[in-house]
């Protein structure tokens, strides 16, 4: 899909530039897009190397494991289906406090073994169980602390404030999770409705 | 306003105050451990490079052709209405489809209009608040064999939209 996105906009771009009259536009777009792109990524090099070295730090130290204890009573609530000794409750845990601090490659493999857990719970099969989809929507709501990329960003295009977006971003995460539970209950509950 | 700038000000500086603390009191060697996970951050910046050479690209092609602002004058009318800025429509619908594209997409918003601006303001925060759902669930339900997703599609996407609304809600609210 998103390979007929990207061949899309190139594609609409160019001939629209053909009766537009901006080829001349284009073609120095590309050139300078590219070379900005290639600025870009190394410039965030700074804040990725700070951030995750950090992490490392934390993740040695014991605050994600802390948090993860933490959080346990809750997100136990959130998956019912779930042996509270289980654990694919560790592993869910432990997914979510690395996503919650944007340590994406760290988070995926957890989150797959949390998802291999659950499919054992759910006797092998080839269906999503009501834990797995809920689990789902918990990552993509992504519950991000810092969104250090986008301060990445921001940094390099001279913000005044690079971080001033962090409260917000924060407040509408908790919005979009908060949503995202209270949808997956309404579904869930729909469709044993139907069942029945 | 006041409560969620300080909010942003301060949380860096003092989770990074806490983990210095929490290493020296377990006697970590943290300068190395620094080090060893910092290496991590050059890959992850250097795997990123191609995503955004090809999607800041392709969007660059799109915006300086005039299809972009094309596109964004017709729906103006329609989507002012609802009050939602037409500007940051594109990032809104690539968000739940890639991760990198939608990366992309807010670089060029950001650079486009600024990064303080509201649209900037904006698009940060659309970036920073959401996960890429459709790569999640390609992810872990490919890697684990879910052949019958049920409503996690739906739902995801549902979720997204809020989350979206949401952003342009309160981003109007405090910084309009």
Not at chain 2, 55 to 73: H, V
Not at chain 2, 107 to 113: G, V
């Given at each position: 899909?998103?390979?007929?996105?990207?061949?899309?906009?190139a594609?609409?771009?160019?001939?629209?530039?053909m009766?537009?009259?901006?080829?001349?536009?284009?073609?120095?777009a590309?050139?300078?897009?590219?070379?900005?792109?290639?600025t870009?990524?190394?410039?965030?090099?700074?804040?990725?190397?700070?951030?995750?070295?950090?992490?490392?730090?934390?993740?040695?130290?014991?605050?994600?494991?802390?948090?993860?204890?933490?959080?346990?009573?809750?997100?136990?609530r959130?998956?019912?289906?779930i042996?509270?000794?289980?654990?694919a409750?560790?592993?869910?845990?432990?997914n979510?406090?690395?996503?919650?601090?944007?340590?994406?490659?760290?988070?995926?493999?957890?989150?797959?073994?949390?998802?291999?857990e659950?499919?054992?719970?759910?006797?092998?099969?080839?269906t999503?169980?009501?834990?797995m989809?809920?689990?789902?929507?918990?990552?993509?709501?992504?519950?991000t602390l810092?969104?250090?990329?986008?301060?990445?960003?921001?940094?390099?295009?001279e913000?005044?404030?690079?971080?001033?977006?962090?409260g917000?971003?924060?407040?509408?995460?908790?919005?979009?999770?908060?949503?995202?539970?209270?949808i997956?209950?309404?579904?869930?509950?729909?469709?044993t409705?139907?069942?029945? | 306003?006041?409560?969620?700038?300080?909010?942003?000000?301060?949380?860096?500086?003092?989770?990074?105050?806490?983990?210095?603390?929490?290493?020296?009191?377990?006697?970590?060697?943290?300068?190395?451990?620094?080090?060893?996970?910092?290496?991590?951050?050059?890959?992850?910046?250097?795997?990123?490079?191609?995503f955004?050479v090809?999607?800041?690209?392709?969007?660059?092609?799109?915006?300086?052709?005039g299809?972009?602002?094309?596109?964004?004058e017709?729906?103006?009318?329609?989507?002012?209405?609802?009050?939602?800025?037409?500007?940051?429509?594109?990032?809104?619908?690539?968000?739940p489809?890639?991760?990198?594209?939608?990366?992309?997409?807010?670089?060029?918003?950001?650079?486009?209009?600024g990064?303080?601006?509201?649209?900037?303001?904006?698009?940060?925060?659309?970036?920073?608040?959401?996960?890429?759902t459709l790569?999640?669930?390609?992810?872990?339900f490919?890697?684990?064999?879910i052949?019958?997703?049920?409503?996690?599609l739906?739902?995801?996407?549902?979720?997204d939209?809020?989350?979206?609304?949401?952003?342009?809600?309160?981003?109007?609210?405090?910084f309009g």
């Amino acid at each position: 899909m998103i390979n007929w996105i990207w061949i899309c906009m190139a594609a609409i771009g160019i001939i629209y530039a053909m009766f537009s009259g901006n080829m001349e536009a284009v073609n120095e777009a590309i050139f300078t897009s590219a070379a900005q792109a290639v600025t870009l990524a190394i410039g965030l090099i700074s804040i990725l190397v700070f951030w995750l070295g950090m992490m490392r730090i934390a993740e040695e130290a014991g605050i994600l494991r802390g948090l993860a204890r933490l959080f346990r009573p809750i997100v136990s609530r959130i998956f019912p289906d779930i042996p509270k000794d289980h654990p694919a409750l560790g592993y869910i845990l432990s997914n979510l406090t690395a996503n919650m601090f944007g340590l994406g490659n760290a988070a995926t493999p957890l989150g797959i073994k949390a998802m291999e857990e659950m499919k054992k719970l759910n006797n092998n099969s080839d269906t999503a169980s009501r834990s797995m989809i809920t689990f789902l929507i918990l990552n993509t709501t992504g519950l991000t602390l810092i969104p250090t990329t986008v301060i990445g960003i921001r940094m390099q295009y001279e913000s005044v404030s690079p971080t001033q977006i962090v409260g917000v971003t924060l407040l509408v995460t908790c919005i979009g999770t908060i949503a995202g539970l209270i949808i997956d209950r309404i579904f869930y509950y729909k469709s044993t409705w139907r069942k029945s | 306003m006041g409560f969620i700038s300080l909010i942003s000000i301060w949380m860096i500086p003092c989770f990074i105050l806490i983990i210095m603390i929490a290493a020296s009191i377990r006697k970590l060697p943290a300068y190395n451990l620094f080090v060893e996970g910092g290496k991590e951050g050059v890959k992850t910046a250097v795997s990123l490079l191609p995503f955004l050479v090809g999607m800041i690209t392709a969007i660059s092609i799109l915006r300086s052709s005039g299809a972009l602002d094309a596109f964004i004058e017709l729906l103006a009318p329609v989507l002012e209405f609802i009050g939602f800025p037409a500007e940051v429509l594109p990032l809104a619908l690539i968000r739940p489809i890639s991760g990198t594209a939608a990366l992309g997409m807010t670089t060029e918003l950001i650079a486009t209009y600024g990064p303080d601006s509201f649209i900037g303001t904006l698009a940060s925060v659309m970036q920073g608040s959401t996960d890429t759902t459709l790569y999640v669930l390609t992810i872990y339900f490919g890697a684990i064999g879910i052949k019958k997703i049920r409503y996690a599609l739906q739902a995801g996407l549902l979720a997204d939209l809020i989350a979206i609304l949401a952003a342009v809600f309160l981003v109007t609210m405090m910084f309009g």
